[in-house]
């Protein structure tokens, strides 16, 4: 297997069947530190660099907490219009990294054009970890969603997948790449307009991943093992932030996963994760059903930027 | 006395007498790191979380710095509009502090909606302390104010406050419920349209606090031992910030504390306390008094939250 | 030598020729820290306060990233607008700093106005550094280049420099104030309308700088052992951000450093420095050339923040 030292964590089709594993193994060493609660010494000769150029709670906020508990520092900026890339400079991502890559040791980058990680990765010297972008992929997401599944279920091969959303978006792209590196057919829901792009089925074919389409929620639930929902709902982009506030319409029922389709069609062990924040795709109600594991997984996400901090800085094997 | 390990800080209503006095002990305690200007290792394995969706200065750098003093990490965000919760999804406060509480040991939260601590804390497994919500409560700052008396008087039963500014605001709520522990008559002096609404001077009477209200600073100063002062001059909210600009009002004689009032009226040794930032209700010419402390209230903010950032983690019992 | 620690750093006009050269020799000392990329202890028991009233990625982060590198903690703020200092109460300087001295040991201020920094530096008790003050100066930025001059030619006396841009940004008041305290002759090239103020140039002939001014930098670029360049080409403020955003003029051949003339004109050893961000004062074709240095600087900019730090808060002699 390649060392993860130094590398960049672009694209979930960068990975190898054994790399995925090796990443969920150091995630589930390192776990004990994140639920003990403490932060430990292994990072902190290090300085994380969070560069975000879109908003993000939980992508930004899982890195730092994740550098925290390694004992590391952490600089950068959560707004692009507090820096000069974001101004009327309007300064290349060439530009910012070969500054970046000074202030620290390893680079998170979320940016609203889709490649611009790997523009960033092309010029600095040090590893550049993908937070998403545009739509592109999201890699820790899906690598976050993988560690949950393994950790719940004890394995990946063998489970069926039930996938909900917006399939043009990064998640799900993500989703895809990684899957066809395990034995994971998949079943993919969504409102016509969101529907995989011919582009990326053909890309998935090569790949022989085991896909099939759907356009209701019930007719792929009953097998699922693993339910991973995004929102279907998006706001009016044409109008302001106040224009839209109160501007959420409602999920389709296609699209819904509530507390009575599970309780009457889900498989009793199945797992239902969702990388929030939500509309209304997944109702409060399921919050405290057996079903549930998208609380779990913002535990997850800070032990998987744990391990991939830990591995692309050497300081994990 | 209960332990303060885990406890939330969201009301001064949920502190008895005895742990007031504990709280400003273990300050004092720990008040010569602060002195010393240096960070030790205290809470080095610890992560403090901030959560402000309002914009703060003192606030959320006093508990900032605190951490710091104490080795700890700091993670969060500081303007919601940079967040999930801040955008079109509104996200749910439960939603958040179901992924906040995996990021750090203990969260300090300000918001705009008045008990948004507490329903934080109802989810969250970990200490939420109130940094301000809306017109509810302020602890952290009326802990500040104590401190700074308890430091400066040795002792706080058997002090007279004055109170002045819009008695609607969080922290003359907290103020008031601080004093009901104690022997402290405190007169109250605000505009007619802020006074203290019919429903909080009940609650009051409820707690038998000695309080009264005044139209004048100078009907109560002359006996005053602390003058606790805010603005009472507000800005036009329906008007946008730019609009706002120079838009500051002159606040009335009645609620401004001037040089030549301190040096007729008040007592000698009367102490002059101020949250800042201020208008115009105590002129600059003020400040080098012999009865203003509102300086050392910033470092005094320091020391108090370094007290219950290592009590509400254990690190101090 | 005048000690350095609990000095502020406001202008290059405070600094005498061998502290200089000591503040060089002390980057110069800690250097390969940031090199061979760990972060030390030296400074682990102090805070840095980062104070931004406008916009800035590279001065804000390189001081963070040099206190990161010293092991030191960083709190503050990028944006005055998340600030009281930002809002409608419009704080005074005085009032923010008598609390900002308290949150940490020292303060980096970037300001819109000329000379916040030295009323900020009036009322601290900690050393404030400034990062930058509207038409002021920028002496952190000049350190830089200096230092970048230093290591690769091994001196800095008897160099000629050229410097192209505007010459009433307040890097070249900081350049121009730091050769006073050598012998390097320069030019000034710049547009008429931005060229250096009758007052700058009457104070430049008191501190005997040999300087001249000239319209195109093929005038001076054959001489240059040392070109800094700054864009000359400016947004139009008067409009909106997004107004202005495609709003990027041409830089005139009179001011552009482009591949040709190095490659016609300039000495083969010049090297060539600019802070960054740029227009297209010099084209991405010539960062591959043996004259480029800007890169090197975002380095040697983490280096010299780390001196100025460690010397201010009196961790190195």
Redesign the interface.
């Known amino acids: 297997m390649r060392s993860f030292m130094g590398r960049d964590m672009l694209s979930l089709k960068d990975l190898e069947r054994n790399e995925f594993f090796h990443v969920l193994d150091v995630a589930e060493e390192l776990e004990p530190i ?1 639920r003990e ?4 010494d292994l990072l ?4 994380l ?1 969070v560069a975000f150029y879109q ?4 992508t930004r ?2 890195h ?2 994740a550098m ?2 390694l004992g590391g ?7 692009a ?12 991502i ?3 990294v ?8 390893v680079i998170v980058m979320r940016h609203f054009q889709q490649g611009a990680p790997h523009e960033a990765a092309k010029w600095a010297s ?1 590893p550049v970890i993908n937070g998403g972008d545009g739509w592109g992929e999201h890699p820790t997401q899906i690598l976050t969603d993988l560690y949950t599944v393994y950790r719940e279920k004890g394995q990946i091969d063998g489970l069926k997948w039930l996938a909900v959303g917006d399939m043009r978006m990064r998640t799900m792209h993500s989703l895809a790449y990684a899957l066809t590196q395990f034995d994971c057919p998949i079943t993919f829901v969504s409102p016509p307009e969101m529907s995989l792009t011919d582009e990326f089925k053909a890309e998935l074919e090569q790949y022989s991943l085991d896909f099939k389409e759907a356009g209701h929620v019930e007719e792929a639930i009953a097998d699922a093992d693993v339910i991973l929902v995004e929102p279907v709902v998006q ?1 009016d982009y044409t109008k302001s ?1 106040d224009e ?2 109160g ?2 319409g409602l999920t389709p029922a296609n699209y819904k996963i509530t507390r009575d389709l599970l309780a009457n069609k889900a498989k009793s062990d199945a797992i239902l994760l969702h990388s ?4 209304d795709e997944i109702p ?1 109600d399921v919050d405290i059903t057996k079903w549930s594991r998208y ?1 779990q997984e ?2 997850n ?2 032990v998987v930027r744990m391990a991939l901090l830990a591995l692309v800085l050497g300081a994990m094997e």
């Open positions: 994140a609660r403490r932060n430990v902190s000769e290090k300085t660099v908003p993000s709670t939980r906020l899982a730092e907490a925290h508990r520092h952490v600089t950068g900026f959560a707004d219009k507090m820096t000069r890339a974001g101004d009327f400079y309007q300064e290349s060439k530009d910012t070969k500054m970046l890559e000074f202030y620290g040791d040090i706001p932030r839209r506030a501007d959420v929030l924040p939500r509309m409060p609380w913002a535990f996400g800070v």
